[in-house]
């Protein structure tokens, strides 16, 4: 198998985070010339990253498909439990970062690379992630594990997020969001220490370097 990736990309860290948890390891790539391009879409038509390439050539987009298939060809415990109702605890923090919260991060990330300066169009999408993160402070566990005692696909999916929530976002608008929620905030704080998780953070601001000049132009 080979993944392609992009260490910067919070939903390409999610996979990484499952990899991590479960001991595994896999070959990784950057989409060959470049996220989008022609080249990539035609081994992913959907253009974006992460992807994985199974064995027998077939790709499979989206980290939630990814993490899904990973979880159970990998073996081990699952991470997303396996107790009903922890396993549902995982399934809507995971749905709540993506339906909530991502979508306008999505927004965020574009702006970055197409509009960094557009003031106006940052404030118009903040209302949609506070909300969002409101409604995961009211779910998540105020711990160092989103959904339960144990590290789960819940803190895949919420931890590389948040980074941008934290170190992105708020530079930019000059508020962490994460001020106003505290069970989110305490997480934050916690997970950052875990030992599965705190590498793969580590990854993502080291690649978030390059984009130094660019984030330096949106906070002007």
């Given at each position: 198998?080979?993944?392609?990736?992009?260490?910067?990309?919070?939903?390409?860290?999610?996979?990484?985070?499952?990899?991590?948890?479960?001991?595994a390891?896999?070959?990784?790539?950057?989409?060959?010339?470049?996220?989008?391009?022609?080249e990539?879409?035609?081994?992913?038509?959907l253009?974006?990253?992460?992807?994985?390439?199974?064995?027998d050539?077939?790709?499979?987009?989206?980290?939630?498909v990814?993490?899904?298939?990973?979880?159970?060809?990998?073996?081990?415990?699952s991470?997303?439990?396996?107790?009903?109702?922890?396993?549902?605890?995982?399934a809507?923090?995971?749905?709540?970062?993506?339906?909530?919260?991502?979508?306008?991060?999505?927004?965020?990330?574009?702006?970055?690379?197409?509009?960094?300066?557009?003031?106006?169009?940052?404030?118009?999408?903040?209302?949609?992630?506070?909300?969002?993160?409101?409604?995961?402070?009211?779910?998540?566990?105020?711990?160092?594990?989103?959904?339960?005692?144990?590290?789960?696909?819940?803190?895949?999916?919420?931890?590389?997020?948040?980074?941008?929530?934290?170190?992105?976002?708020?530079?930019?608008?000059?508020?962490?969001?994460?001020?106003?929620?505290?069970?989110?905030?305490?997480?934050?704080?916690?997970?950052?220490?875990?030992?599965?998780?705190?590498?793969?953070?580590?990854?993502?601001?080291?690649?978030?370097?390059?984009?130094?000049?660019?984030?330096?132009?949106?906070?002007?």
């Amino acid at each position: 198998m080979k993944l392609y990736s992009n260490p910067a990309s919070p939903y390409a860290a999610r996979v990484r985070m499952l990899l991590r948890a479960k001991g595994a390891s896999i070959d990784l790539a950057d989409p060959p010339g470049g996220i989008g391009s022609t080249e990539y879409r035609a081994i992913n038509p959907l253009g974006k990253i992460p992807a994985l390439a199974l064995d027998d050539g077939r790709i499979l987009p989206e980290s939630e498909v990814i993490c899904g298939y990973l979880d159970i060809t990998l073996g081990g415990p699952s991470l997303y439990l396996t107790d009903p109702v922890h396993r549902a605890q995982v399934a809507l923090i995971v749905r709540l970062a993506d339906l909530y919260v991502s979508p306008g991060m999505n927004d965020f990330f574009k702006l970055l690379f197409t509009d960094p300066g557009n003031r106006t169009a940052i404030a118009k999408i903040l209302p949609d992630i506070a909300r969002g993160l409101k409604y995961l402070d009211l779910y998540v566990a105020p711990n160092s594990h989103a959904a339960h005692e144990h590290f789960s696909q819940a803190d895949c999916a919420l931890a590389p997020l948040l980074l941008y929530v934290t170190e992105v976002l708020a530079p930019v608008i000059g508020e962490n969001l994460l001020e106003k929620r505290p069970n989110l905030l305490a997480y934050w704080q916690a997970i950052q220490q875990d030992v599965i998780a705190a590498p793969v953070l580590a990854e993502m601001r080291q690649a978030l370097k390059k984009y130094q000049p660019m984030l330096q132009a949106a906070q002007q």
